[in-house]
C-alpha cells in the first residue's frame, strides 16, 4: 500500500522530515481512542514515500486495537521495507490520558559500507 518515487539525488545525502499530526488508533486494553503526532525523519537512498500513500497507510491504524509502542516499531519497519532508506527514525508522541503522555522513538540505520 506504501507507494515511493525515484529518489532524483540518490547521491547526495539530505533528510526529509513528515509530520503527521492527526495520527489515530484504538488502545487495545480499554477502546478508547489515541490521539499522536507522528514525525517521520529519513535520508533516502534510492526511493521517497508518496504522501497521499502514507496518508491512506497510516489511516488504517485508525480502528485498529495497538499499543503505543508496537505501532511505532511497526510502522518504522513497514516505511524501512518500503523505502529502504539510509536512515530513518519514528517519533509518536500521543497526546494525554489520565495525565500521562508517552513519546515513543524507534530508529533504523544501514550498515556503513566497508
Known amino acids: 500500500m506504501l507507494e515511493t518515487f525515484d529518489n532524483q539525488y ?29 514525525t517521520i525523519t529519513y535520508v533516502p537512498a534510492g526511493k521517497c514515500v508518496e504522501l497521499k500513500s502514507l496518508k491512506l497507510y497510516l489511516q488504517q491504524y485508525r480502528n485498529l486495537g495497538i499499543y503505543y509502542e508496537h505501532a511505532t516499531n511497526r510502522i518504522l519497519d513497514d516505511l524501512v521495507a518500503a523505502l529502504e532508506p539510509r536512515q530513518m527514525s519514528l517519533r509518536a508522541a500521543f497526546s494525554a490520558r489520565g495525565g500521562i503522555t508517552t513519546t515513543v522513538t524507534a530508529s533504523y540505520e544501514t550498515s556503513p559500507k566497508t
Do not use: A, H, N
Request: charged letters at 25%.
Open 10 to 38: 540518490p547521491d547526495r545525502r539530505y533528510s526529509i522530515e513528515i509530520v503527521c499530526p492527526e495520527f489515530t488508533s484504538v488502545c487495545p486494553k480499554t477502546g478508547q481512542p489515541d490521539f499522536g503526532t507522528l
